[in-house]
């Protein structure tokens, strides 16, 4: 399987194209539940990847801008196969900042025939990544400090397989992302519009009392893996 890497495969967007030996800046792989999302708890092998233009007031993973080791693109395969899991998540850091991002996750769909899942920042192009990969776009809010970060121009590159996530700090940011959703239709644009309290800073009640009254078409989007004391 990993020999077939070293091919050049059907490119399905420019730069698609898989080489076994380049190589990703990898801050760490782990084997663990999903959390978040519309495919939270289902068992996911996360490939965390190095580097990070945002510095947002709720980052839960610093260690992961400045860690790193190069790794091959074969390898990372490999492992991810062996792990056996239902679902393959690429994080951050922010993957799109690597060059070899896209051949990785083409690598990953190709080899793997399962749900591959990148979370990115939202401050970069998303049109970079691959067809058939599923984009989990954050969609920074005021209370992240990094709202002014955010490519806008995503709204429109959002594929139907798509998510959307909001992490809700405080009122003033729910009321931002309500009105960010309900003006630009986003749950028409995508698989799903996920609303998250952050860590620490918002009651999820009030977040779920929020979104109720207002009626709208979210999801509420808790952390499973923190509730369940995972990585």
């Given at each position: 399987m990993i020999a077939s890497l070293t091919s050049t495969a059907a490119a399905s967007n420019p730069?698609?194209?898989?080489?076994?030996?380049?190589?990703?800046?990898?801050?760490?792989?782990?084997?663990?539940?999903?959390?978040?999302?519309?495919?939270?708890?289902?068992?996911?092998?996360?490939?965390?990847?190095?580097?990070?233009?945002?510095?947002?007031?709720?980052?839960?993973?610093?260690?992961?801008?400045?860690?790193g080791t190069d790794v091959t693109i074969a390898s990372?395969?490999?492992?991810c196969v062996s792990s056996g899991c239902s679902i393959t998540e690429i994080t951050g850091g922010e993957p799109l900042l690597q060059p070899a991002f896209p051949a990785l996750a083409a690598a990953l769909r190709d080899a793997t025939g399962r749900p591959v899942l990148v979370e990115t920042n939202g401050s970069g192009d998303?049109?970079?990544?691959?067809?058939?990969?599923?984009?989990?776009?954050?969609?920074?809010?005021?209370?992240?400090?990094m709202c002014?970060?955010?490519?806008?121009?995503?709204?429109?590159?959002?594929r139907k397989q798509d998510e959307?996530?909001?992490?809700?700090?405080?009122?003033?940011?729910?009321?931002?992302?309500?009105?960010?959703?309900?003006?630009?239709e986003l749950a028409k644009r995508c698989s799903c519009v996920n609303f998250s309290p952050a860590c620490d800073n918002l009651n999820a009640g009030n977040l779920a009392g929020w979104i109720t009254?207002?009626?709208?078409?979210?999801?509420?989007?808790?952390?499973?893996?923190?509730?369940?004391g995972l990585r």
């Open positions: 730069g698609d194209i898989v080489n076994a030996q380049s190589t990703v800046e990898v801050c760490e792989t782990f084997s663990s539940i999903q959390g978040e999302s519309t495919y939270a708890g289902l068992t996911c092998f996360f490939i965390r990847l190095t580097g990070c233009n945002l510095s947002c007031s709720y980052c839960d993973t610093p260690q992961s801008r400045i860690e990372i395969v490999e492992e998303i049109s970079v990544i691959p067809d058939g990969i599923i984009a989990i776009v954050d969609m920074k809010t005021p209370g992240s400090g002014d970060a955010m490519d806008m121009n995503n709204i429109g590159r959002l959307l996530k909001f992490v809700i700090t405080n009122h003033d940011d729910y009321l931002w992302a309500r009105n960010m959703t309900m003006q630009h009254a207002d009626k709208l078409p979210v999801r509420l989007n808790l952390q499973l893996h923190k509730m369940l």
